[in-house]
Structure formats: structure tokens, C-alpha cells
């Protein structure tokens, strides 16, 4: 009897290690690595065809990447005198044609074709928490600590309050052509809304406060993650759920998410350098794996502020460590 308890006892091991074994990210290195922030970035963000990326460093202020070249195309300056003006937040539109940088008070609009200027705007009531811009420049959306997020249309000076959730914001999104928004609160919502009227479409509850949400450019899906073990993919036309990603941690925080081209995928990445590419359908994992941490940094870390699919084979992430990195996805 004994002997049966033990190979019973050593099964279930066995099990337990195959299970863990398969939720670890594989061992690959990136297929190339550069450096855009010399002692690290303080944010990124990765236009939706992988082409372009803004990052915000102490040293070189505000940078816009061409990734096909790897070459430095502007430097832009937003104030950056001190740690309280370090542009912590950035977004590029969906067609390329501008980019929104924010630090805690100030947010500023860029024409990445000619690297002008079009706009520097302060808050003075909040802090900035995360922005958003559309197609053109046309629409801008902010995301604050007292729990408003305002949308602007830039043509007439227009600003749409949204006073749906009751603590700070998180995330937000907005689609390429501006009219629908989600955001994201410590309240434990996550609200689809329209921009024009301010209505909400959808309300999607979580059992924790919402850390992450995005919309698939192309009108498909929405996404929403909590602090804890909620992590959910969205029908955005009749707002039913579609999928939960599965994990075996107790939790998983996103701190970059992207739908693929053909909507089969999500990439997701973390602050644990963890990057992962799950099936919208069913919510698997399909693969994982962890960037590269700056050589001189103890304890190895990074935090993984934007992904991108580059092409069905390869991925583009920025991160912490100052490192845009390019991945051949093993399928």
C-alpha cells in the first residue's frame, strides 16, 4: 500500500512539474537588439505596424525610432529638466501620422512626418495617468488621477469629460478614428464609451482595479486586465465575452498588449520582462519569453512597455532596459 502512495505521490509530481514547465517562458535570445536610452527608457511605445517607436530617457529626452533602419528620425524636448517633467506616458496613432507624449502635468502632440509641433497643453486639477491619439492628430485622450478622462477634438478645442469612474485611471485606448474610447480604474471597471455623446456602450466589472485595457485598431475586439487574476478578451461589436487567458501564477499584470493583423492573437507584455502570445480564441498561451535586462542592473530587471507584430513571424518589444528588441516567433 505503501508503494502505491508513492508512485501515486510521485505522479502528481510529476504532473505538477510538467505544468509548471509549460507556463515557463522558452529560452531564446532576440534576433536583434538596439540601444535607443543609454542608462535605460522611462517609457516606449510601438506604432501598431512596428514601424516607428517614441521613447522617453533622462539623457536624450524624447526620441522617435525609425525600426526599419534603426535610425534616430527626432529629438523632441517636453520640459524634461526634472524628475517631475520626465514623459512617463506616449502614444502614436494608428496610420503614423502623429504621436502624444505626456509626463504628469503637460502633454504634447507631434507630427511624425515633419517632427513639428502642433500642440503643449497642462493640467493643473490631476495627474496624467495614460493618453491616446487618433488618425491625423484629429482626437486626443487623457486619462486621469481624479478619474476623469477627457477627450479632444483638435479642430474646434472641443473637451469631452468622462465622469463614469470613481478612482484614478489606469489605461486607456481609443480607436483610429477616435469615436469610441475604453478606459480603465482603480474602481474594478472597465467602460467602452462613445466619444461624441459620452455614453457608455459596455461595462466590463472585474474583481480587482482594471491595470490594462486596449482596443483592437480594426474594431474587433477589447481587452481588460486587473491587478489579481482576471484577464479578458472582448467582442467589441456585441461586448460577450469571448476569451480569458489562462495562467497558472497566482496573478499576471500587462503592462503592453496588441491584437495581430488577422485578430487570431494577442501579444501581450509585463513587468517581469514576461512576453507572451496568447489565441484570442480559447485564451492559451502559446508561447512566452522574457527580454533582456541592462548587463549592469542586480536584480536582472525590465519592464516591458510596448509590443508590436512586426510581421506572422516576428515581434518588436521596447522596454526599461533602453533596448528595442526583435524576435522571431517559433510556431
Same mark, same amino acid.
Given at each position: 500500500?505503501?508503494?502505491?502512495?508513492?508512485?501515486?505521490?510521485?505522479?502528481?509530481?510529476?504532473?505538477?512539474?510538467?505544468?509548471?514547465?509549460?507556463?515557463?517562458?522558452?529560452?531564446?535570445?532576440?534576433?536583434?537588439?538596439?540601444?535607443?536610452?543609454?542608462?535605460?527608457?522611462?517609457?516606449?511605445?510601438?506604432?501598431?505596424?512596428?514601424?516607428?517607436?517614441?521613447?522617453?530617457?533622462?539623457?536624450?529626452?524624447? +526620441? &522617435? $525610432?525609425?525600426? @526599419? #533602419?534603426? *535610425?534616430?528620425?527626432?529629438? =523632441? /524636448?517636453?520640459?524634461?529638466?526634472?524628475?517631475?517633467?520626465?514623459?512617463?506616458?506616449?502614444?502614436?496613432?494608428?496610420?503614423?501620422?502623429?504621436?502624444?507624449?505626456?509626463?504628469?502635468?503637460?502633454? +504634447? &502632440? $507631434?507630427?511624425? @512626418? #515633419?517632427? *513639428?509641433?502642433?500642440?503643449? =497643453? /497642462?493640467?493643473?486639477?490631476?495627474?496624467?495617468?495614460?493618453?491616446?491619439?487618433?488618425?491625423?492628430?484629429?482626437?486626443?485622450?487623457?486619462?486621469?488621477?481624479?478619474?476623469?478622462?477627457?477627450?479632444?477634438?483638435?479642430?474646434?478645442?472641443?473637451?469631452?469629460?468622462?465622469?463614469?469612474?470613481?478612482?484614478?485611471?489606469?489605461?486607456?485606448?481609443?480607436?483610429?478614428?477616435?469615436?469610441?474610447?475604453?478606459?480603465?480604474?482603480?474602481?474594478?471597471?472597465?467602460?467602452?464609451?462613445?466619444?461624441?455623446?459620452?455614453?457608455?456602450?459596455?461595462?466590463?466589472?472585474?474583481?480587482?482595479?482594471?491595470?490594462?485595457?486596449?482596443?483592437?485598431?480594426?474594431?474587433?475586439?477589447?481587452?481588460?486586465?486587473?491587478?489579481?487574476?482576471?484577464?479578458?478578451?472582448?467582442?467589441?461589436?456585441?461586448?460577450?465575452?469571448?476569451?480569458?487567458?489562462?495562467?497558472?501564477?497566482?496573478?499576471?499584470?500587462?503592462?503592453?498588449?496588441?491584437?495581430?493583423?488577422?485578430?487570431?492573437?494577442?501579444?501581450?507584455?509585463?513587468?517581469?520582462?514576461?512576453?507572451?502570445?496568447?489565441?484570442?480564441?480559447?485564451?492559451?498561451?502559446?508561447?512566452?519569453?522574457?527580454?533582456?535586462?541592462?548587463?549592469?542592473?542586480?536584480?536582472?530587471?525590465?519592464?516591458?512597455?510596448?509590443?508590436?507584430?512586426?510581421?506572422?513571424?516576428?515581434?518588436?518589444?521596447?522596454s526599461s532596459s533602453g533596448y528595442a528588441e526583435l524576435w522571431q516567433v517559433n510556431k
Amino acid at each position: 500500500m505503501l508503494n502505491c502512495n508513492l508512485t501515486i505521490l510521485k505522479a502528481k509530481l510529476l504532473f505538477l512539474l510538467a505544468l509548471l514547465s509549460a507556463c515557463q517562458p522558452v529560452g531564446q535570445e532576440p534576433t536583434q537588439r538596439w540601444q535607443h536610452a543609454v542608462e535605460g527608457a522611462y517609457a516606449a511605445n510601438i506604432s501598431n505596424d512596428a514601424k516607428f517607436s517614441v521613447v522617453s530617457s533622462i539623457h536624450h529626452g524624447i +526620441s &522617435l $525610432w525609425d525600426l @526599419e #533602419n534603426n *535610425a534616430l528620425k527626432y529629438s =523632441w /524636448s517636453q520640459q524634461q529638466n526634472n524628475a517631475d517633467n520626465l514623459v512617463l506616458v506616449a502614444d502614436i496613432a494608428d496610420n503614423n501620422s502623429h504621436a502624444i507624449t505626456a509626463n504628469r502635468n503637460d502633454f +504634447s &502632440l $507631434w507630427n511624425i @512626418e #515633419n517632427g *513639428a509641433s502642433e500642440g503643449f =497643453w /497642462s493640467i493643473t486639477e490631476s495627474t496624467i495617468r495614460d493618453v491616446a491619439v487618433s488618425n491625423n492628430g484629429d482626437y486626443l485622450l487623457v486619462g486621469q488621477s481624479n478619474g476623469k478622462v477627457v477627450h479632444i477634438t483638435i479642430a474646434n478645442g472641443r473637451r469631452l469629460e468622462f465622469l463614469g469612474h470613481q478612482e484614478k485611471i489606469n489605461a486607456v485606448d481609443m480607436l483610429p478614428n477616435g469615436r469610441i474610447a475604453i478606459s480603465g480604474s482603480n474602481d474594478f471597471v472597465a467602460y467602452v464609451w462613445d466619444t461624441k455623446s459620452g455614453q457608455v456602450i459596455y461595462r466590463f466589472n472585474h474583481p480587482s482595479r482594471v491595470t490594462m485595457v486596449a482596443l483592437d485598431p480594426k474594431g474587433r475586439f477589447a481587452f481588460t486586465a486587473d491587478s489579481k487574476k482576471s484577464a479578458n478578451i472582448w467582442d467589441l461589436k456585441t461586448g460577450e465575452l469571448i476569451s480569458k487567458l489562462k495562467y497558472f501564477n497566482r496573478q499576471e499584470v500587462f503592462s503592453a498588449v496588441q491584437f495581430s493583423p488577422d485578430g487570431s492573437q494577442l501579444l501581450t507584455g509585463a513587468p517581469s520582462r514576461k512576453v507572451s502570445i496568447w489565441d484570442v480564441a480559447t485564451g492559451e498561451r502559446l508561447t512566452s519569453w522574457r527580454v533582456l535586462p541592462r548587463e549592469d542592473i542586480r536584480p536582472a530587471g525590465a519592464v516591458v512597455y510596448s509590443v508590436a507584430f512586426r510581421d506572422n513571424n516576428q515581434v518588436i518589444t521596447e522596454s526599461s532596459s533602453g533596448y528595442a528588441e526583435l524576435w522571431q516567433v517559433n510556431k
